[in-house]
């Protein structure tokens, strides 16, 4: 959520704005205070309960410090702020404390089929949503595992992560060799040498590739695409420094979350890179700056990360509903998925829950026959096998199935957007 703060000294003297948004009227919920800030969106405060919240720096430099930011699961305003509103903090490297800066944050509620969770320092995985608590460990101090069933962290999509311990820290992410999930780092923001992590508590949210909408990716060190969707240009113009720029948008016009995504070395130790990004607006690019977190100097310098922009005037769903396997398509595979869980009383989306209640039932294959042959390459694919339909559906709904006419993805497609906010 776009939000500018002043450069107080005092509570009182940092005054927080809304400078732009998406989706909804966004309003402060908590008083002017130094580098704390909580909001609601139609007048609802933004509870841990409701999903994961991320956010990015929306400012390369103030001052002559750099910005890392956090969004906490426990808030500490108090009075009439709940403990369970979520609280964005700002802080600065390499000095540490809190620290006044711009930042971009977007809502991401479990309700609309997002695979996201909020993850405590010891590793246990409390609320979330399409992930079970398999899917998170702990594997040292500050390390953590988190996997996506059915999901190769290499090829189908990007892991977006940050620290929510309103502690001065900061969180790297990279995804593992083999594909079988991501390792997760979480460091001080003073740290003063590449190992030195610390066990403090987390959020992600995973984006799927074949999210429709999706416009992102995952970017190597020296620039170059490891994986991209939808439509932008970036340039490397030098060490650490990155433009993107979207066709149609500006910075006015959307916002960027990044994560920090690679491998580094250093001492003997390969773990997710030590590094911290930002951005700002640069006419109508997105200028990110990466930065080794190293000491007092922390400079520039090439690392990877991945991205997504969220404009405002579009909306981001996680899948096309009734698309089971996040493949892109409806079809017999995710018919089949949902046959196999027919009756499942504690259920995911990847099990065919499409409507989120956590029952597979009659309404969700209402959804996945609303939907049936999104992303099919021929008309043969535009209502399912009968021998699937009878093993799947009653006879109403077979009927609903053959009756129903292909529409455009703008008329067909049923589910919530994202909720996205952001500033200029």
């Keep these: 959520m776009g939000l500018d703060v002043a450069d107080g000294a005092t509570n009182a003297t940092s005054v927080w704005s809304i400078v732009g948004s998406g989706p909804g009227v966004v309003s402060l919920l908590s008083p002017a205070n130094i580098a704390d800030v909580s909001v609601a969106i139609d007048g609802i405060p933004t509870y841990r309960e409701q999903g994961v919240m991320m956010a990015t720096v929306r400012q390369n430099i103030r001052g002559t410090s750099y910005g890392t930011v956090e969004v906490s699961y426990t808030n500490h305003f108090g009075g009439d702020v709940a403990a369970n509103v979520l609280q964005i903090a700002t802080s600065r490297a390499t000095i540490g404390g809190e620290y006044n800066v711009n930042v971009a944050v977007a809502m991401f509620p479990f309700a609309d089929g997002w695979i996201s969770g909020h993850v405590a320092g010891t590793g246990a995985l409390l609320e979330h949503n399409g992930v079970s608590t398999e899917n998170v460990s702990p594997i040292g101090t500050g390390r953590y595992k988190v996997a996506i069933d059915g999901m190769n962290a290499q090829n189908d999509g990007i892991l977006l992560a940050v620290s929510a311990e309103n502690g001065y820290n900061f969180l790297s992410t990279a995804p593992l060799a083999d594909g079988t999930g991501w390792e997760v780092a979480v460091r001080d923001n003073t740290a003063t040498t590449f190992d030195a992590l610390e066990s403090a508590r987390w959020g992600f949210v995973y984006l799927d590739y074949d999210a429709p909408g999706l416009t992102g ?105 009734g698309d089971a396997n996040y493949d892109g398509k409806v079809d017999d595979a995710d018919g089949a998925i949902m046959a196999q869980n027919w009756g499942q009383t504690v259920a995911t989306w990847a099990m065919g829950d499409f409507d989120l209640d956590g029952v597979i039932s009659s309404k969700d294959a209402a959804i996945l026959a609303a939907n049936w042959g999104y992303g099919a390459t021929s008309e043969a694919s535009s209502i399912p096998e009968p021998s699937l339909a009878c093993l799947l559906l009653t006879g109403n709904l077979w009927l609903l199935m053959r009756r129903r006419s292909r529409k455009t993805l703008d008329s067909r497609l049923t589910g919530s957007a994202v909720s996205y906010f952001a500033g200029r």
């Design 217 to 321: 990716g995952r970017i190597a060190p020296g620039g170059n695409l490891i994986a991209a969707r939808g439509s932008f240009s970036l340039t490397h113009p030098s060490a650490g420094v990155y433009r993107i720029s979207i066709p149609g948008y500006t910075p006015d016009d959307g916002i960027l979350l990044l994560t920090s995504s690679g491998w580094e070395t250093e001492s003997g130790s390969t773990l997710p890179a030590d590094n911290v990004l930002s951005y700002e607006a640069d006419g109508n690019s997105f200028l990110v700056h990466l930065r080794d977190r190293n000491g007092a100097e922390s400079l520039l310098e090439d690392g990877e990360f991945v991205f997504a922009f969220l404009a405002y005037d579009k909306t981001l769903m996680p899948a096309v509903p």
